[in-house]
């Protein structure tokens, strides 16, 4: 669960560097504060899977890239 978390929160901040968003930008799509996406980007446990879920959607990624990035993530944790 933890890899997961940190894959997308990796994923948060690779989607926003690609569209060359600050954290501000990103919270304003998310109807959400710049704290709350520092927040998704560290992988902090005070927000759920399902919402950094949402914004990598929001961001673009499709559902295909997001189980990717979950996939991932879950690989990672295997490995360790």
């Given at each position: ?17 690609r569209m ?13 504060s710049q ?46």
């Amino acid at each position: 669960m933890v890899e997961t978390r940190l894959a997308l929160a990796e994923g948060i901040r690779q989607w926003r560097r690609r569209m060359s968003l600050t954290q501000t930008e990103v919270a304003a799509r998310l109807g959400s504060s710049q704290s709350r996406v520092a927040k998704m980007e560290a992988g902090d446990p005070a927000v759920t899977i399902d919402l950094m879920m949402r914004a990598l959607l929001r961001l673009g990624a499709s559902r295909r890239q997001l189980a990717r990035i979950i996939s991932d993530g879950a690989a990672a944790g295997d490995r360790s």
